[in-house]
């Protein structure tokens, strides 16, 4: 369980590093426009999809691990 909590977080890591680059890119060209603005965003949006579709996946194969274990408070 503990793998795919690291591998989620690690997709998700990944594709967020990659929208703030891009955003990154054009603050520092001063090339704001909706296009790109509009990527960042598909960006963001598909890594959440991806890492939920991946977790209910894995609670699917695993359902007394994955939706009994609560997360510490």
Not at 39 to 55: C, F, G, P, S
Request: charged content about 25%.
């Amino acid at each position: 369980m503990e793998m795919l909590h690291q591998h989620l977080y690690a997709i998700l890591v990944g594709r967020v590093d990659e929208a703030i680059t891009l955003l990154e890119q054009m603050a520092d060209e001063q090339t704001f426009d909706w296009s790109h603005l509009m990527q960042a965003t598909e960006l963001l949006k598909n890594a959440l999809l991806e890492a939920e579709e991946r977790y209910i996946e894995q609670a699917a194969e695993e359902p007394d691990v994955c939706l009994t274990v609560r997360p510490p408070l």
